[in-house]
Structures are given as structure tokens and as C-alpha cells.
């Protein structure tokens, strides 16, 4: 590094810290609007966690996420998203039993289900439509940036008038349900509707993942309800892998912020935010450089912006203990295959293998998995979500050979003994488990890459390891995500910005975050 590097400055409109899809989203906003932009992303390539590596020779991860579920049709639009890339055929979802007679949910999260009685049939579609409507009341908060305390305006009033509206007209009755169920506990409410232990398992262990929550927690059908606010191709609560699969989304995303003329650099991190007597002005990069801008947009880990980048002096001790206290601690494992063929699941169809394979017994098996991880410890018989992204995307490995990714709970970012020793135990247990609905897996195996919530951190630049920012409880949603102060997108830092998942609405590939953040910034208000 050079003297001159140290100080040399830049100057932008506004400069956004992470390549992430919610970074590109809300860069991609900005630039639209005539605003000189610039990504800084630390990793080699953009994408955050969507974006993919190869795990062994030849073989690649798709990244962590499994499918596309919640992708907001204002984003694919403002991003002009290819066609190929923005949707794709729904998937369905296998929920798996040990004796191969499986239950299959078709459409849009169930909207035909094979495998079960037309009693239970009956049943599931009553349930759904229940928490189809609860969960659009609950949408109509998530499209938009939360109401301040002591501030709301008449928008918040309207969108509060809206959701009123909604319940009185379907009665006093549906009124009451949604009060009743509102903080419930997601198994309480599947033990109220159905039967059947498969599909029981399979809303629990929906509820739950990437949460640190069992399905008998207080408030863990909020999960479902978050779930079941996702929309694609107009249809609430489908699901989808892109034609080419999951590893075309991170291009995409970059496509369209270039496009829109958003000026992009990988492999520098950033190491300060500057501010002056409280105005964030630029930042400092790992390589010296300074660039300026009167607009800093967080597309981070809340406490890595906050808590590494910031000078806490410029913030105030009590903000900075709130944003200390959010809980972001990952518990969820990522596994990784390398196989030299497809694997073949008892009793799943060829083109339901294309789907998400769930493990997930009963609401016992997934509230049984949850309780080691209370008291930092994983379950020998652990709860997963299965795909086979190379049926998706061949190009992900050599030819004739295989990839599978597992999405596993629960696995605790602080476990007892460290996981230097016990990863190897815990990927053992997940290949057994693996082998028991897939016979002869084992032997197809050449690599396997088994991703903790601690490797997470380090990988994806994550504090926690969590993939959500924070956990998507009640009290760190709406006006407390990430903390009350910095609820708005707007910070203590004027100038400073949030648009990660760690801020409203929350985590999953949908890109409102950064959508409601550049929104709010070309706005003017604070």
C-alpha cells in the first residue's frame, strides 16, 4: 500500500456495504433515480449467502439457500429479472416416512396433498386457508417500512384501517381466531386441525427453521405465518428453484444493478464508516482508500455495521448495548454432497425428487430435536430440509454425478465441546439418518462439506452465524428489528442506513429490505 492509496478519496452519491441481494436491490433503486452509486463487497463475488463455491473439485454449492419462496414481485420487477430467473415451476414438497409412504403437498403450500385421507385432505385445507388469511393481514406490515412510535402518520393509519377492515368483514368469529392465534404455539394449532404426524411434522418443522424456537415455543407459529407471507408468480405460500437453479439469482441481481449503472468492487472490505459529530460521511476501505458520500447504506449484519464498523462513541452506550443484545445466533447446519449419481428416496417419484425432501416425523421428532439445543447440544435424530440442486443445474458437477444439500436443525452456534470435535460426530448422524431414506447413499458419496452456524459466520461474514440477521421472534420484528433506534432503515448515524435482513422485514430471498430502505432514503425523510 502506498501513500498515495491512503489518500486518495472518491466521492459518490451513495455507497452500499455488501453485495448481497438486498445491497444490489436497494443499489439498484438508488441508481435508477440518478444517484452515483458503488457496492462494496468484501467476498471475491457478490451474492452473500446465495451465492455459490465449489466444496470439492468440480462439485459446487448453490449457496444456502434451498429455493425461492418469498421473492417480492416489486423487486423482480424493478430488477427486470429474466423471466428464466424470476420464476420457474412449483415445487412440490415430500414430506418423508420412515416406511415410504410419504405425504406430497402440490401447489401452493398444499393445495393438493397425495398420500392422505380425503378426511385429512379436507382438514389441511381448512388450516390453510386459516393461516393463508392470517398471514396476508400480517403482510400488509411487511411491504412497508414500520410506523414509528409516537409517529404515525396516516399511512400507518391506513395500512392499521386496512387490516381492520379485512377481519371485520370476514366476521367477529375470524376476528377472535386471529387474537386467539397470533402468539400460539405452531403445534397447538396443528394438533387443533389434523391427524396425520407427517403433516403436523413437516408445519412444525416449517415454523421453526433458522429459529431458535421449538414448535411447542410460545409465538412459533409467527415462523409459518412469515412463511406463508412469501408470494411467487402470484401465488402466496409456492415455491420454486430458478430454470438453471439457485446459482443463477446472485448473477441476476448483479446484472441489474450494473445495468442501472451501480459501480461494483468484490474483494475489498470495508474497515471504517466515518462520521462526524454524528453524521456518517464515507468510509475507509481494507486497502486505505476513502471514499465519500453523504448517503452509507448497511446491507450487513446489523452488529457488524454497528459493532466493527462504527466508532461506538458516535452512537451512545445505550444503543450500543441494545444492538449487543440482539440474538443472532445461528442454529441451523448446512450439508453439502458430492455424490457420483443421483440418489434415489424410497417411495419419492423421479420428478418429485425435484422437490424439498423434508425429514421431519412428528411434532415430537422436530420438538425432541429442539431440546438439546437449548442447552448447546445437537440431537442424534435431527430434523432436515433435502434438495438435489444438480437436477436443477447439471453444470454444478462433472458429468453423471450428483449434488444433495440438506438444511439440518438444530444445531447450536455455541455448541458444548466446540465444533472442532463435534462436527464429525454430527455429520456422521446426518448421513445415517440420509441412508435410512435413501439406501445406498452412502456408497455414492465423494465429498461431503458440512457448514455449522460457526462456519456460516466465518464463510458469509455473518456474526452468529445466523442467516437471518436476528432472529425472527416478536420482540426483534416490526418496530424493534434490529432495536427500536434503528427500526426505520434510518440510524443514530444520520446518513446511515440499514437494508439487511437483520432490518425489517426480516430474512429469505426477497429483496424488501433493500427495496423499502432505498425507498425510504430517496424520500428524504429521516
Known amino acids: 500500500m502506498t501513500s498515495s492509496d491512503l489518500a486518495r478519496t472518491t466521492d459518490f452519491d451513495a455507497i452500499v456495504i455488501g453485495g448481497g441481494h438486498n445491497g444490489l436491490t436497494a443499489a439498484t433503486l438508488l441508481a435508477q433515480n440518478g444517484r452515483k452509486v458503488i457496492v462494496i463487497e468484501a467476498a471475491e463475488s457478490t451474492g452473500g449467502s446465495i451465492r455459490g463455491f465449489e466444496f470439492h473439485p468440480g462439485y459446487r454449492s448453490a449457496g444456502l439457500a434451498h429455493i425461492v419462496n418469498r421473492l417480492d414481485p416489486e423487486v423482480a420487477n424493478l430488477l427486470k429479472l429474466d423471466a428464466s430467473t424470476a420464476s420457474g415451476a412449483s415445487l412440490p414438497t415430500v414430506a418423508l416416512s420412515p416406511?415410504?409412504?410419504?405425504?406430497?403437498?402440490?401447489?401452493?403450500?398444499?393445495?393438493?396433498?397425495?398420500?392422505?385421507?380425503?378426511?385429512e385432505a379436507k382438514a389441511f385445507a381448512a388450516m390453510r386457508k386459516k393461516l393463508m388469511f392470517q398471514a396476508s393481514i400480517l403482510k400488509r406490515f411487511l411491504k412497508r417500512r414500520p410506523p414509528e412510535i409516537g409517529k404515525v402518520g396516516m399511512r400507518d393509519l391506513g395500512a392499521f384501517a386496512g387490516a381492520g377492515l379485512s377481519l371485520i368483514t370476514k366476521g367477529r368469529e375470524e376476528g377472535r381466531d386471529f387474537l386467539r392465534m397470533l402468539l400460539m404455539n405452531v403445534a397447538d394449532v396443528a394438533d387443533e386441525y389434523l391427524d396425520n404426524d407427517r403433516l403436523k411434522g413437516l408445519v412444525a418443522f416449517d415454523a421453526t427453521l433458522g429459529t431458535h424456537l421449538g414448535p411447542r415455543s410460545p409465538t412459533s407459529l409467527l415462523g409459518l405465518y412469515y412463511r406463508l407471507t412469501g408470494q411467487t408468480d402470484g401465488k402466496t405460500g409456492a415455491q420454486y428453484v430458478p430454470q438453471g437453479g439457485m446459482n443463477t439469482?446472485?448473477?441476476?441481481?448483479?446484472?441489474?444493478?450494473?445495468?442501472a449503472g451501480v459501480s461494483i468492487r468484490t474483494g475489498t472490505p470495508v474497515a471504517r464508516i466515518l462520521a462526524d459529530r454524528g453524521t456518517a460521511t464515507g468510509v475507509i476501505l481494507g486497502t486505505g482508500e476513502q471514499l465519500n458520500a453523504p448517503i452509507i447504506?448497511?446491507?450487513?449484519?446489523?452488529?457488524?455495521?454497528?459493532?466493527?464498523?462504527?466508532?461506538?462513541?458516535?452512537?451512545?452506550?445505550?444503543?450500543?448495548?441494545?444492538?449487543?443484545?440482539?440474538?443472532s445466533k445461528g442454529n441451523v447446519a448446512k450439508?453439502?454432497?458430492?455424490?457420483d449419481k443421483p440418489p434415489t428416496f424410497t417411495g419419492v417419484s423421479a420428478d418429485d425428487h425435484r422437490g424439498r425432501l423434508v425429514i421431519a416425523r412428528s411434532i415430537a421428532h422436530v420438538e425432541n430435536a429442539f431440546n438439546p439445543a437449548k442447552y448447546g447440544e445437537f440431537s442424534p435424530d435431527p430434523v432436515m430440509e433435502i434438495t438435489l440442486p444438480s437436477l436443477a443445474n447439471p453444470a454444478l458437477t462433472p458429468s453423471g454425478g450428483a449434488t444433495l444439500s440438506a438444511l439440518v436443525e438444530f444445531a447450536p452456534y455455541d455448541l458444548k465441546g466446540g465444533w472442532a470435535s463435534g462436527k464429525a460426530v454430527f455429520e456422521k448422524i446426518i448421513l445415517?439418518?440420509?441412508?435410512?431414506?435413501?439406501?445406498?447413499?452412502?456408497?455414492?458419496?465423494?465429498?461431503?462439506?458440512?457448514?455449522?452456524?460457526a462456519d456460516m459466520e466465518t464463510h458469509h461474514h455473518l456474526p452468529g452465524g445466523h442467516w437471518h440477521h436476528g432472529e425472527l421472534?416478536?420482540?426483534?420484528?416490526?418496530?424493534?428489528?434490529?432495536?427500536?433506534?434503528?427500526?426505520?432503515?434510518?440510524?443514530?448515524?444520520?446518513?446511515?442506513?440499514?437494508?439487511?435482513?437483520?432490518?425489517?422485514?426480516?430474512?429469505?430471498?426477497?429483496?424488501?429490505?433493500?427495496?423499502?430502505?432505498?425507498?425510504?432514503?430517496?424520500s428524504g425523510d429521516r
Do not use: W
Open 432 to 453: 445415517e439418518t440420509l441412508e435410512r431414506y435413501a439406501p445406498g447413499l452412502s456408497k455414492s458419496i465423494i465429498a461431503s462439506n458440512l457448514m455449522t452456524p
Open 249 to 259: 439469482l446472485a448473477p441476476a441481481f448483479e446484472k441489474a444493478a450494473t445495468a
Open 473 to 522: 421472534q416478536a420482540d426483534q420484528l416490526l418496530v424493534n428489528r434490529p432495536v427500536n433506534a434503528a427500526a426505520g432503515y434510518a440510524t443514530p448515524l444520520s446518513g446511515l442506513y440499514l437494508a439487511s435482513a437483520g432490518s425489517h422485514p426480516g430474512g429469505g430471498i426477497s429483496g424488501l429490505p433493500g427495496l423499502l430502505a432505498a425507498r425510504h432514503i430517496l
Open 297 to 327: 447504506v448497511s446491507a450487513i449484519h446489523p452488529q457488524a455495521t454497528f459493532l466493527t464498523l462504527c466508532a461506538t462513541a458516535e452512537l451512545g452506550t445505550g444503543f450500543v448495548r441494545a444492538i449487543s443484545n440482539v440474538r
Open 335 to 339: 450439508l453439502d454432497l458430492a455424490l
Open 99 to 119: 416406511n415410504g409412504k410419504h405425504a406430497v403437498l402440490r401447489g401452493a403450500y398444499g393445495e393438493t396433498i397425495d398420500g392422505i385421507s380425503p378426511a
